[in-house]
Structure formats: structure tokens, C-alpha cells
């Protein structure tokens, strides 16, 4: 489970490990070629298509996989693909939110509510769930960066909400239409972040014990293994020790 940081209950993701790396570059190189559709084909002139080479680069994504996905866009090459957000319910009375890119949404509505299904969750409507969450712009730099009473000040004078702090790093927040211009400002004052992205941050959490904790994760599991499914976000809270044993 990804996330060495106090987000690490919000937004679930696996890391980098061998066995899915090809998985994971999938993902990332599906969003360069659908940021570089959307916008011009230069991450300089394309805020989104520049997040998503920096979220390549930091899971070490070869150069070469890059500027194929660009050049897929530039070509016309690939399928066209459309965001969708499903949403749901997990086992506790926990909230999921899944973000896609797919080019066929009744195949992924179908694989997505049947993994719900097997794993003790239900998919929702389309804002069933969002309305437990705010939809917030993360900006993301490691604490090398500087001290927390510079980031904050740094987060203020970018025009940031918030800076949040920790031996993991700093989380710049910011509303969703904010999100270029802060990343814009802190970039120019301490280089590109580590990431830039918009989550879904739960109002409210809700705390799972290890069994329904089980079953929860692997349904978050279910849906990240989904190659249409490029984020998952879920309110639950865990105990470090409880996610330690049912991660191992």
C-alpha cells in the first residue's frame, strides 16, 4: 500500500514492486497519451501532461516509455479514451471512489462492479459517495525540501490552503482550480514536485476492524489491479500495525 504519509488511509496504490511494474507503467503511460490528446503534445505548455511525466519519472518510468506515449498522442495512435468515476461502498461501511481512463465503459463498469461484488462491497451511482469526500490539488515535495515553518510559508505565498508536514515529505493543498497555478509557484521557487494531482479527501473516516480490514483491502486491491482503474480512494482508518499485519 503506497502512501508513507498521512495519506496513506486516502488514497491506495501499490508500489513499484517487479511483479506489477509493468502494470503501473501501463497506467502512467495511458495518462501521458491521454494529457498530450487533450493538450498540446509538450509537458511545458501542458500542465497535466507534465504531471503526468513527473509521476512517471518518480516510479522511474524509462525515458524511451515517455516519449512513446507522447508520441502515440502526436500520431493519432491508441484507443480514445474517456475519464469515468465509479463509486461505492466497501465492507464496514467504508466509501470508494475509483477514477478510470477507458476506452470501453461497459466492460470497466462490469469488471468494476464485480469486483465490488466479490469482495463484500456494492457499486454505487455516480455521487453516492463523493459528497464524503472534498476533491482537493496535492502538491507533493520531500521534506529535503526545507523545514515545515518555510513550506508553510512557501504554501501561503503560493497561494496554497495548507501545507502539511512529516518525515514523508510535504503535502501542499489547494483548491482543484488551483492546483496549476500553486504548483506553478512552488515549482519555480523550489523545482518540480515530486507529484501534482487531484485526490479525493474524505470528510469523515471510518474505522475497520482486521476483518472487515481484510476484505477491504483486497477490494481496493481488486480495483487497482484493474488496468482502466487508474486511482482508488477509500475512508477508511487503520491502525500502522493493523495494515502492517494484513499487508505482510
Same mark, same amino acid.
Given at each position: ?136 490539488? +496535492? *502538491?507533493?515535495? &520531500?521534506?529535503? =525540501?526545507?523545514?515545515? $515553518?518555510?513550506?508553510?510559508? #512557501? ?5 496554497? %490552503? ?35 494531482? +487531484? *485526490?479525493?479527501? &474524505?470528510?469523515? =473516516?471510518?474505522?475497520? $476492524?482486521?476483518?472487515?480490514? #481484510? ?5 481496493? %486491491? ?27
Amino acid at each position: 500500500m503506497a502512501g508513507h504519509s498521512q495519506f496513506k488511509n486516502i488514497m491506495h496504490r501499490k508500489g513499484a514492486k517487479d511483479a506489477i511494474r509493468s502494470k503501473v507503467f501501463g497506467k502512467l503511460a495511458r495518462e501521458i497519451t491521454v494529457s498530450a490528446k487533450m493538450g498540446m503534445p509538450d509537458p511545458d505548455h501542458n500542465p497535466r501532461l507534465r504531471a503526468a511525466v513527473i509521476a512517471a519519472r518518480a516510479e522511474n518510468m524509462p525515458k524511451d516509455n515517455i516519449e512513446r506515449a507522447i508520441k502515440k498522442a502526436i500520431g493519432g495512435e491508441g484507443e480514445n479514451y474517456e475519464s469515468v468515476r465509479y463509486e461505492g461502498y466497501g465492507p464496514g461501511g467504508t466509501a470508494i471512489i475509483a477514477e478510470a481512463l477507458t476506452d470501453n465503459r461497459n466492460r470497466t463498469a462490469g469488471e468494476v462492479r464485480a469486483a465490488f461484488t466479490k469482495h463484500g462491497g456494492t457499486l454505487g451511482e455516480t455521487n453516492s459517495v463523493a459528497f464524503m469526500f472534498d476533491q482537493l490539488g +496535492l *502538491i507533493h515535495f &520531500p521534506a529535503k =525540501t526545507g523545514s515545515a $515553518d518555510a513550506m508553510l510559508e #512557501a504554501a501561503i505565498e503560493a497561494g496554497a %490552503d495548507d501545507c502539511e508536514s512529516s518525515e514523508a515529505g510535504h503535502d501542499f493543498l489547494c483548491g482543484p482550480g488551483a492546483l496549476h497555478a500553486v504548483r506553478e509557484a512552488l515549482a519555480a521557487k523550489f523545482g518540480d514536485p515530486e507529484s501534482a494531482k +487531484l *485526490i479525493w479527501r &474524505p470528510k469523515n =473516516t471510518v474505522a475497520v $476492524d482486521e476483518e472487515g480490514g #481484510a476484505k477491504l483491502l483486497k477490494l481496493l %486491491d481488486a480495483l487497482d489491479d484493474n488496468d482502466d482503474v487508474q486511482t482508488v480512494f477509500a475512508n477508511y482508518e487503520m491502525s500502522d500495525e493493523m495494515l502492517e499485519k494484513l499487508t505482510a
